[in-house]
């Protein structure tokens, strides 16, 4: 019996450059970029000072206020996007039993872990908050979405780190491929622009120092290049069985026919230089989507802009595609947005739906000068259009943890 065919049907997205998938896609296509000063918090003790920030964002808009105070802003921005994905699918709550919830988030809510542990330490047991233990645990958004969706069927959160949000989008088809759901609302979410992280991350040597300049920060496969950029954001997609989707006469935007996850088993925070758990997670995922490489029209990289990641993305590309790795587009979305560590994957594939809908593929910003060992096609500086009928997403992660996703245009014939 063959199995299930899963659809897209609904996107939604927070992120530095809008408060939805279409602001943040507009964004994209204009090469702008949403990076800037940190505003949470002061900054000024620390040797970065900059990260990719929501901008705008009021809770209130989404829950009751109340709730929002409860809750960590990682939940809120992955409750947004839901709320978002649910209404372009035209479905409202309760979805019921044949309904799941799948979130990818690298940190949740630990601010609220740091918070509560600064009252302890400057004001006694007593005064700490009965919600800091619960907001603070990884699995808050996808209970807060299943809860405002009342989607009642399976919910699993995918910790792994930066592919946490496309392993989730990849849980969640296979999800409806086993027949547990007909929907599954997908994704990923970050909300963790905080001093520990910028302090851990810069004394890791791995993020950018270039303050004065923060909109040119991040620039991915750029000789010049000095680290990623901190970020938070949400990306959300309502999958659905086909045959389900059709039913209902809901839009579909895209099919996810194949996804895969591998470990590179070699370093906490070092990509196998060699690439092969990048090149693995790529094969899996286009054997499972029944494609070969010279089918894929895009690629939409991990593309960090760390000195090391880069180069090892570059030589795993070739070592899948071959001779096609130098003819199909590739483009890195954090250029722009910078890295919501287990947010970025779920956007990025919001912006291939995107790309699969328009036929435009979105720029890699602050590309000047190419690193010679970064010599594949990254569509840098301006916005391309293109035949696009089939894109791979990578995502690689803390922890040697890998996901890849295909998704392909659904056609009236297939």
């Avoid at 990719?52 to 209130?60: A, I, L, R, S, T």
């Avoid at 690439?275 to 494609?291: E, I, K, S």
Wanted: net charge negative.
């Amino acid at each position: 019996m063959s199995r299930p065919r899963v659809v897209v049907t609904g996107i939604g997205a927070v992120t530095p450059l809008g408060l939805t998938a279409e602001e943040t896609w507009q964004g994209l296509l204009a090469g702008r970029s949403g990076i800037g000063p940190i505003t949470q918090f002061d900054p000024s003790h620390l040797p970065v000072r900059i990260a990719g920030e929501v901008k705008g964002f009021d809770p209130g808009r989404y829950m009751p206020v109340k709730e929002a105070r409860r809750i960590s802003r990682v939940s809120q921005l992955a409750v947004a996007a839901a709320q978002e994905a649910l209404s372009m699918a035209g479905l409202t709550p309760p979805l019921g039993e044949r309904a799941g919830v799948v979130v990818g988030t690298g940190i949740g809510g630990l601010e609220w872990a740091f918070a509560q542990a600064r009252v302890l330490w400057e004001r006694g047991w007593e005064r700490v908050s009965p919600f800091g233990i619960t907001a603070s645990l990884p699995n808050m958004p996808a209970h807060h979405i299943s809860g405002w969706a009342q989607a009642l069927g399976p919910t699993l959160t995918v910790v792994t780190a930066c592919a946490a949000g496309t392993q989730a989008v990849g849980e969640g088809a296979e999800m409806i491929r086993r027949g547990a759901a007909d929907v599954v609302i997908a994704g990923g979410a970050e909300g963790f622009i905080h001093e520990v992280a910028i302090a851990g991350f810069a004394a890791m040597r791995a993020i950018s120092t270039r303050n004065d300049e923060p909109q040119r920060a991040c620039r991915p496969f750029d000789a010049q290049r000095d680290g990623f950029v901190l970020a938070e954001g949400a990306g959300i997609l309502v999958l659905e069985n086909l045959e389900h989707a059709r039913a209902r006469g809901a839009p579909i935007l895209a099919e996810v026919v194949g996804w895969s996850s591998s470990s590179d088993g070699f370093h906490v925070a070092q990509p196998d230089p060699e690439g092969q758990g990048a090149m693995r997670a790529m094969r899996w995922a286009l054997q499972d989507a029944g494609v070969r490489p010279e089918e894929v029209d895009y690629i939409n990289a991990h593309g960090t802009a760390t000195p090391l990641n880069d180069i090892v993305e570059t030589r795993a590309i070739k070592g899948v595609f071959g001779p096609h790795a130098y003819r199909v587009p590739i483009s890195a979305t954090k250029s722009m947005t910078g890295h919501a560590m287990g947010g970025s994957g779920a956007i990025e594939a919001v912006a291939c739906v995107l790309t699969l809908r328009d036929q435009v593929i979105h720029p890699t910003v602050n590309l000047e000068e190419p690193d010679p060992e970064c010599d594949l096609d990254y569509v840098p500086g301006q916005a391309r259009r293109a035949e696009v009928r089939v894109v791979l997403s990578n995502s690689f992660g803390l922890g040697g943890q890998n996901a890849c996703l295909v998704m392909k245009k659904l056609t009236i014939n297939n």
